[in-house]
């Protein structure tokens, strides 16, 4: 039985890496038209460090990604303590409403976005792909930092009052630093969010203002080239690095006792 749930593991490990790997090598393949066999080269990549468009596109997404992360996350850790620490009528309402952002398909919220916008005035540019992501982000921190919070005793911030502090400095200075991982952790998955984000871009972006995904889809549309794969491989390493380096000083769900 291990063996087979062994076996299951490295399949399912390997259906979800490999073609990624073929699209990390293919970025070094002096090829076009992805030719066998293989030759390596970074023609790619020095057609990549000339190519603005898509080189704007992906700071536009990087950009937008990091304010989402910081407002998402926000005002998403500020739900999370009212959801969890307080009791207030229609707090089960609200719980219960987190759940249909996430499950609702995103062509259809795009949709919706796009009419909204356009009836209230709003319009459509960065302040529209802002105010969509951080919208779309929003849920999933509750749910993170949500989940960061049943782990922690809530008696602990009622001692620190009990010893002279305020409900503020007790918040700060022992809850907060508990709640860090499951803080951080929303933060990069917010992020990622954003940066994966196509159909809401694709519907609030101007011409003159596109994220990659929206310029990668409209390239391929005129005609692939491995350019892609170079942008794609270098956002793909930079997200990488930056998990690892969470996992291994964050430690998420390490709930031992560190004394």
């Given at each position: 039985?291990?063996?087979?749930?062994?076996?299951?593991?490295?399949?399912?490990?390997?259906?979800?890496?490999?073609?990624?790997?073929?699209?990390?090598?293919?970025?070094?393949?002096?090829?076009?038209?992805?030719?066998?066999?293989?030759?390596?080269?970074?023609?790619?990549?020095?057609?990549?460090?000339?190519?603005?468009?898509?080189?704007?596109?992906?700071?536009?997404?990087?950009?937008?990604?990091?304010i989402t992360s910081v407002v998402a996350t926000a005002l998403g850790t500020m739900a999370s303590v009212a959801l969890s620490r307080r009791t207030f009528r229609g707090k089960s309402l609200l719980q219960l409403m987190l759940l249909?952002?996430?499950?609702?398909?995103?062509?259809?919220?795009?949709?919706?976005?796009?009419?909204?916008?356009?009836?209230?005035?709003?319009?459509?540019?960065?302040?529209?792909?802002?105010?969509?992501?951080?919208?779309?982000?929003?849920?999933?921190?509750?749910?993170?930092?949500?989940?960061?919070?049943?782990?922690?005793?809530?008696?602990?911030?009622?001692?620190?009052?009990?010893?002279?502090?305020?409900?503020?400095?007790?918040?700060?200075?022992?809850?907060?630093?508990?709640?860090?991982?499951?803080?951080?952790?929303?933060?990069?998955?917010?992020?990622?969010?954003?940066?994966?984000?196509?159909?809401?871009?694709?519907?609030?972006?101007?011409?003159?203002?596109?994220?990659?995904?929206?310029?990668?889809?409209?390239?391929?549309?005129?005609?692939?080239?491995?350019?892609?794969?170079?942008?794609?491989?270098?956002?793909?390493?930079?997200?990488?690095?930056?998990?690892?380096?969470?996992?291994?000083?964050?430690?998420?769900?390490?709930?031992?006792?560190?004394?």
């Amino acid at each position: 039985m291990k063996s087979l749930g062994r076996f299951y593991l490295i399949a399912t490990l390997v259906f979800l890496y490999t073609p990624i790997l073929v699209m990390m090598a293919m970025g070094f393949n002096e090829s076009q038209l992805y030719e066998l066999p293989f030759t390596f080269s970074t023609r790619w990549y020095d057609a990549l460090w000339n190519n603005k468009i898509l080189l704007t596109a992906g700071m536009n997404s990087i950009i937008i990604a990091l304010i989402t992360s910081v407002v998402a996350t926000a005002l998403g850790t500020m739900a999370s303590v009212a959801l969890s620490r307080r009791t207030f009528r229609g707090k089960s309402l609200l719980q219960l409403m987190l759940l249909p952002p996430i499950a609702i398909p995103w062509l259809i919220t795009g949709t919706a976005m796009l009419i909204f916008f356009y009836w209230s005035g709003i319009g459509r540019g960065m302040h529209a792909l802002l105010i969509g992501h951080v919208a779309l982000a929003i849920p999933y921190v509750v749910l993170v930092v949500g989940t960061g919070f049943r782990t922690i005793r809530a008696d602990l911030e009622e001692a620190a009052m009990s010893l002279g502090s305020t409900p503020v400095h007790a918040f700060f200075s022992v809850t907060l630093p508990l709640l860090y991982p499951s803080i951080l952790g929303a933060a990069l998955f917010a992020f990622a969010v954003s940066l994966d984000q196509f159909v809401i871009s694709y519907f609030l972006a101007t011409p003159g203002y596109t994220t990659l995904p929206v310029q990668i889809y409209s390239s391929i549309r005129k005609g692939f080239t491995p350019e892609i794969n170079a942008i794609s491989t270098v956002l793909l390493l930079g997200s990488m690095t930056v998990i690892l380096i969470f996992a291994r000083f964050a430690k998420p769900g390490d709930t031992r006792d560190k004394r």
